[in-house]
């Protein structure tokens, strides 16, 4: 447990001096202190018992695959603007059983633009979602295009 503590320290010392752009004693001491105070802060207010069954691994491109669905969808949406546009409320059921996936899973969808996630109750995910007035409202063609993706790429996590 130490030793993760001091790694997780160390990389984000690294990070600190990165960013600031400046290797002093000084800087190294303040970049000490607030990588000690957030593995501090880390260790008594996240659950990271929760996170220990997701398959961290399988997360690593994720961020970078969100970041492009959502330029993707940015697009999607300036194109609905100009030809028309409806607003629906739908109910879709997730198959991710992971509490914190789901959170994150619900996140990356609200974080696309287009969609806006209303209540999350067990698996049922409620959304408020911009369509074309042209396209189909049926629930399968709303999963497919707010949720099958991100949710593939999440259960891949799920242990």
């Known amino acids: 447990m ?7 320290v160390v990389f984000l010392i ?8 400046e290797l ?5 001491a303040i970049g000490t202190v607030f990588g000690c105070a957030t593995m501090f802060f880390v260790h008594k207010f996240l659950p990271l018992k929760t996170l220990s069954k997701i398959k961290m691994h399988k997360l690593i491109t994720f961020p970078f695959y969100l ?8 697009f999607h949406i300036i194109k609905i ?7 629906s409320i739908i109910t879709l059921e997730t198959k991710i059983k992971d509490d914190s996936l789901k959170v994150m899973l619900v996140d990356a969808i609200t974080l696309t633009p287009g ?25 399968e063609y709303a999963e497919k ?12 996590a799920q242990k």
């Open 145 to 156: 295009q707010l949720m099958s993706r991100l949710e593939q790429r999440l259960l891949k």
């Open 24 to 28: 002093t004693l000084l800087n190294l």
């Open 2 to 8: 130490i030793i993760r503590f001091m790694v997780a």
């Open 115 to 139: 969609s806006v996630l209303l209540n999350l109750n067990g698996n049922k995910v409620t959304l408020l979602w911009i369509r074309g007035k042209n396209e189909p409202s049926d629930l």
């Open 81 to 87: 603007i100009f030809t028309g546009s409806k607003v």
């Open 67 to 74: 970041l492009a669905q959502i330029y993707i969808a940015g």
């Open 14 to 21: 690294a990070i600190w001096l990165l960013l600031t752009e």
